[in-house]
């Protein structure tokens, strides 16, 4: 088992307005998540235009700001596009790739996002990779070799740097469904991960593997004392400061 410090992060989508979010936020701190900073580490994501908005609001508390996505350039005639230079300037921390929506939604590939990967880290950012499986792929029994294969991308890609991400095992069955893989179900897939992580680098077994789908208050705390679940990302939850507050305690 794989002892370390949690991490919990809110993936709070194509949600919120400058009223809801600066009414989330109040609810966020007024939780008062520094109690938990010895045991995990807590983060939200919020749309890009909003990216300084939560930023300002968040500094000096113990709560981190991430983006959603980012692009593999830096700069360029990329109408559209956020950079990891970007979002670093409105301090971003963290940056989610290969969310299972952007790779149904938008035919994001494997390496399209191993390539996200390898560019939030050449811009001070941490990657959370994204891998899961669908419903289909589960019942026929697939869900080793898609998350492996998904994750085999960011390995051949990353090569040293690999133990400088995080992994979210999303299963794209439990997100925003309702259904939530049971601890046994979800504990099996991140062994899976972790002994893909040891096999690649022997440093990367130490990489956070966080949860993701339909994670509330009251299945976090049995999600996360699985050996090798270190977190979560949240999603519905996170936009009520009461739940992802109860998460993070969780955790």
């Not at 990216?51 to 990329?78: E, K, M, N, P, R």
């Amino acid at each position: 088992m794989i002892v370390m410090k949690k991490l919990v992060v809110g993936n709070w989508k194509l949600h919120g307005s400058r009223a809801f979010n600066a009414e989330l936020i109040q609810g966020l701190l007024a939780a008062d998540l520094a109690a938990t900073a010895p045991r995990a580490d807590v983060a939200v994501c919020p749309p890009f235009v909003f990216l300084s908005d939560v930023a300002a609001a968040l500094q000096g508390s113990a709560i981190a700001v991430g983006t959603q996505d980012l692009s593999v350039q830096a700069q360029g005639a990329f109408t559209g596009e956020v950079s990891g230079p970007m979002v670093r300037e409105f301090g971003a921390k963290y940056a989610i790739v290969g969310h299972s929506e952007r790779r149904s939604y938008h035919a994001e590939s494997d390496q399209l996002v191993a390539d996200k990967a390898k560019a939030a880290l050449s811009h001070g950012l941490i990657p959370i990779v994204c891998v899961g499986e669908t419903l289909a792929e589960r019942e026929a029994g697939q869900t080793e070799a898609v998350v492996g294969r998904q994750l085999k991308a960011v390995i051949d890609t990353l090569g040293e740097q690999l133990s400088q991400i995080v992994v979210a095992y999303e299963p794209v069955w439990a997100i925003g469904t309702g259904k939530t893989a049971s601890p046994e179900q979800a504990q099996a897939v991140h062994a899976f991960l972790r002994a893909q992580l040891r096999s690649a680098q022997a440093q990367a077994a130490g990489v956070p593997l966080l949860y993701g789908g339909s994670v509330k208050p009251d299945n976090a705390a049995e999600l996360f004392a699985q050996a090798d679940i270190d977190g979560g990302l949240i999603g519905g939850a996170a936009l009520k400061a009461a739940d992802f507050a109860a998460i993070a305690r969780a955790a």
